[in-house]
Nanobody
Framework: QVQLAESGGGSVQAGGSLRLSCAAS????????MAWFRQAPGKEREGVAW???????TYAESVKDRFTISRDNAKHTLSLQMNSLKPEDTAIYYC???????????????????WGQGTQVTVSS
């Protein structure tokens, strides 16, 4: 199994950048599909970016061309580079993992079985 821990959140002004990291521990983290979700107060948890164990990526329309997801299987880390941040990006960001398969880009949070504790991102105008 895999355990996840996010870091890198903080407060920035609109237009700024942040880089989130997710450290994976346990056995076989390189075998998992991984993703970033976020949740703002009063809203459902929504998918932001996904990456398969083989490298392909996909993004929510709201963050496309601004965010980049990447993974380093040798270092057991997942990253989310966030540029041109907007106030509507404010949320708690969660790292998620699931067994590799066709559901690697699933938007359904319930299908993801491993979660970190989350890290707060606040973007002010």
């Amino acid at each position: 199994q895999v355990q996840l821990a996010e870091s890198g959140g903080g407060s920035v002004q609109a237009g700024g950048s942040l880089r989130l990291s997710c450290a994976a521990s346990g056995t076989g983290s390189g075998m998992y599909s991984m993703a970033w979700f976020r949740q703002a107060p009063g809203k459902e948890r929504e998918g932001v970016a996904w990456i398969s164990r083989f490298g392909p990526t996909t993004y929510a329309e709201s963050v496309k061309d601004r965010f980049t997801i990447s993974r380093d299987n040798a270092k057991h880390t997942l990253s989310l580079q966030m540029n041109s941040l907007k106030p509507e990006d404010t949320a708690i960001y969660y790292c998620a993992a699931r067994e590799s398969g066709p559901g690697w880009s699933s938007t359904r949070a319930a299908e993801w079985k491993h979660w970190g504790q989350g890290t707060q991102v606040t973007v002010s105008s």
